[in-house]
């Protein structure tokens, strides 16, 4: 796997590291996962298995949708739609 290596002030070094371990991440993996979202990389890893089939419960259903109300034209100058 490639690495990437860049300078940065100490300002934005220290953000970076208080970020990081907010996030419970080390700085590398919560940089890659910030590079990652920003260059729109696909899914994210494990997305599909979290999302599919991730609705507990009973099943949805419509609700009746009742009868279609009708309405006056809009009027536009001459012009009606």
Known sequence: MPQLH???SDQVAERVRQEAN???LSVSQYLAEVIKRKLHLGWPEGYFEEVVGGLKGEPL?????GV???R???QFG???I
């Open 6 to 8: 860049f300078y940065v």
């Open 22 to 24: 907010a996030a419970g």
């Open 61 to 65: 259903q419509r609700a009746k949708q």
């Open 68 to 70: 279609y109300e009708t």
């Open 72 to 74: 006056d034209p809009l």
């Open 78 to 80: 001459e012009n009606s």
